[in-house]
């Protein structure tokens, strides 16, 4: 993998997978007490939810960057950034975040999207719940928007009648059953 080789150049090493200190199921990579952990993913925002979906082979997702508490403030974390954007950038690929605290004590999500803006993050929509960076750090506008799905007409309603499940109203497709 590219990123392994260009981690690996700076210093860093893959931890293996069931060292408590890896970022989850993901691919973690270490140094001096930061952590960078990388999937072959993308992220998509679909009715406000946020999903993981297969990757074009020039997409990765940046699951995050942990620097210890000890270590913070001290620029590791832009350092690893730097590694992340300068080897996407030299082979032409696309990095997805989702910029969400990952530990108490740690950046805001208002600071989070502040950092990864700062270094060429756009959001794919205004609430910054998926954030992208094209090659080279591309300006907003180059940024391409998800596709909007039109609903189909609502031929049916939903009803909560407080006790047990819900209950589907059609009304005049099953005369007798209405609220059943």
């Not at 049916?156 to 109203?169: M, T, W």
Request: aromatic residues 8%; positive net charge; contains cysteine.
């Amino acid at each position: 993998m590219i990123f392994h080789s260009a981690f690996e150049a700076a210093g860093y090493q893959l931890l293996d997978p069931t060292d408590p200190r890896c970022l989850g199921e993901f691919p973690t990579w270490d140094k001096d007490g930061v952590r960078v952990a990388l999937y072959l993913e993308s992220l998509v925002l679909q009715r406000g939810a946020v999903l993981r979906q297969a990757a074009a082979g020039n997409e990765v997702t940046l699951h995050g960057i942990l620097v210890d508490l000890d270590k913070r403030l001290k620029g590791r974390a832009d350092a690893a950034m730097r590694v992340l954007l300068d080897t996407a950038d030299s082979h032409d690929i696309t990095i997805y975040i989702e910029p969400v605290p990952m530990v108490k004590g740690g950046m805001n999500r208002s600071q989070l999207v502040a950092f990864y803006a700062k270094r060429g993050f756009v959001g794919t929509d205004s609430s910054n719940k998926v954030m992208c960076r094209r090659p080279g750090g591309a300006p907003a506008a180059q940024v391409a928007k998800p596709a909007v799905v039109a609903r189909p007409p609502r031929w049916f309603s939903i009803k909560d009648l407080g006790v047990g499940p819900l209950a589907i109203d059609r009304p005049g497709v099953f005369p007798g059953m209405a609220g059943v």
